[in-house]
């Protein structure tokens, strides 16, 4: 089978494709594997609900949630120390290893062949790169090829045009998870090969998980003021509120309820407090128009474009009825769906990896964009001014990957035996820009080893490319057709 697996920020799920339809590799009635991980002395590690279920009470403060919105975080369980990519390692490890469980119990081929996961629409490269690492790391381990990374709510508009295809659409993905809103407006055409086009992407870090912070809240003053109990600082209550308020948030998600109460147990004493929908969407205003907004600057900024035929709105968090009801109020001229809620990222993943196959390169049937440019950092012309720093972007934002570019660049005495430049990541489009401007990202260095003889008459031509997976390449020559070794070492984040 080839398996799609969607690592998300509270819930993982994995899904293939079984007689051309996706089957989600859960038990039935599973929402998915908590993305949670513990770990103590008694237990060893534990993923999953065996970590949630482990981590209550005083217990809590050796259980990581939401791993995947602090992917630069170290931990420190019971005294032994995991970095984030450990955990993600590990949280990949049980998913694969479930996955084939649960097929075994359905007679489906457990023998993986081809794995696609899933990451936000818009992480930036470090944190692609975690991720794609950490699931590499593992399943090279079990031997399984990953074959390519997918944006999630372009998985999710895969996913939708497999229920109904109607080709020349153009869909906008609104993907409200728990921990980012990923936005994806994506263009299908059967009659090419590159079937499915990205026309564009976007993300803000706002999911289900601020929704609850701000009930959260409200909960602990509640609390204090009922039972003089302060909530802040003890992991156990801090995790009991965090609970009683996923539940409470969950429950008003019924439209044929508008106030549930939320119940804490604490030293015995059950304290009840009572949440109106009302309340609920007060108090979360403001993040629902964040969400909108990043909506609406796809919209416009495609609109004269590309006419939008629908917006599907997907992701655990667009339950909350709020939701499709802001956007319908905010696009009056758009069809607006709520499609697979739970489900369609994955499901698209599971989609994509069986196109993919074992031999469909990466880049063939889905054809995606960068996110952001990628330059190098160097002198605008050393002689004239050796104090002129700039960054020659060599790969653009919005350009359609796979993607190329080239820089010609030379040693700035006879003596340099590497040439060190420092990658960056930005937003900027234009070819070069000033050095010291502060809105971007350093990736990582690269060092180019000359050969001997060069001068600083040799021309370095260095050539860097993104990946289909929106990963960095680079290769260099001199303008002798010599090869330079070039060695990468990516920041840490
Ligand atoms: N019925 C519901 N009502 C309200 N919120 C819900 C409901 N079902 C799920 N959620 C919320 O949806 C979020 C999980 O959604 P989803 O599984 O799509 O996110 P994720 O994939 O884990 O996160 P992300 O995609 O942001 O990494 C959680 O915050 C959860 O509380
Ligand atoms: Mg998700």
Redo the contacts with the bound molecule.
């Keep these: 089978m080839y398996l799609g697996i969607?690592?998300?920020?509270?819930?993982?799920?994995m899904a293939t494709l079984y007689l051309d339809q996706p089957l989600l590799l859960l038990h039935p009635g599973e929402?998915?594997i908590p993305?949670e991980f513990y770990y103590d002395r008694d237990c060893g590690v534990l993923v999953g609900q065996d970590a949630s279920d482990a981590g209550q009470g005083l217990c809590a403060a050796n259980l990581v949630s939401e791993v995947?919105?602090n992917l630069s975080g170290s931990y420190t369980l019971d005294g032994r120390k995991f970095a984030a990519q450990d955990i993600i390692r590990e949280i990949y490890r049980t998913l694969v290893t479930r996955a084939q469980q649960i097929a075994r119990t359905k007679s489906i081929d457990e023998n993986i062949r081809g794995v696609v996961i899933?990451v936000?629409a818009k992480f930036d490269y470090l944190e692609r790169k975690l991720i794609y690492d950490a699931a590499v790391s593992c399943m090279e381990g079990m031997k399984l090829p990953v074959r390519d990374i997918i944006k999630?709510p372009v998985a999710a508009a895969l996913a939708y045009y497999n229920t109904s295809l109607e080709n020349g659409k153009n869909i906008l993905v609104y993907?409200?998870?728990?921990?980012?809103?990923?936005v994806a407006l994506v263009h299908s055409d059967d009659t090419k090969l590159e079937r499915f086009e990205v026309i564009d992407s976007s993300m803000i870090r706002i999911?289900?998980?601020n929704?609850?912070e701000k009930l959260e809240e409200y909960l602990a003053a509640e609390i204090q003021k009922k039972a003089d109990i302060i909530v802040k600082g003890n992991p156990g209550y801090e995790e009991k509120v965090r609970r009683a308020a996923?539940n409470a948030?969950?429950?008003?998600?019924?439209n044929t309820r508008d106030k549930v109460f939320a119940r804490i147990e604490i030293n015995g004493r059950i304290i009840s407090v009572m949440v109106t929908r009302r309340l609920f969407e007060e108090l979360t205003q403001d993040l629902l128009m964040q969400t909108i907004s990043c909506l609406e600057d796809v919209f416009y900024r495609n609109y004269a474009k590309h006419k939008i035929d629908e917006i599907i709105c997907?992701?655990?968090?667009?339950?909350?009825l709020q939701v499709p009801a802001k956007i319908r109020e905010s696009f009056p001229e758009c069809n607006v769906r709520i499609f697979e809620?739970?489900h369609a990222?994955v499901n698209g993943t599971a989609i994509y990896a069986d196109m993919l196959g074992e031999t469909t390169s990466p880049g063939t049937v889905l054809q995606d964009i960068s996110n952001f440019s990628y330059g190098v950092q160097a002198y605008k012309d050393y002689h004239k001014d050796p104090n002129y720093l700039v960054i020659f972007n060599l790969l653009r934002k919005g350009e359609e990957l796979p993607v190329v570019g080239y820089k010609s660049l030379s040693p700035i005495s006879n003596t340099q035996h590497v040439i060190g430049f420092q990658i960056f990541e930005s937003e900027y489009g234009d070819a070069y820009y000033p050095a010291d401007v502060t809105d971007k990202r350093l990736i990582g260095r690269l060092d180019i080893t000359l050969s001997p003889d060069s001068t600083i008459y040799t021309k370095i031509n260095c050539k860097m490319s993104l990946n289909s997976a929106g990963l960095l390449e680079f290769s260099a020559e001199d303008d002798k057709g010599n090869h330079c070794e070039q060695t990468f070492h990516v920041s840490p984040l």
């Design positions: 969607d690592f998300g920020t509270s819930f993982s799920q929402y998915g993305s995947k919105m899933s936000p999630e993907d409200l998870g728990g921990g980012t809103c990923d999911g289900g998980r929704w609850d996923i948030k969950h429950q008003l998600s019924d997907v992701g655990g968090s667009s339950n909350m809620p739970e990222v």
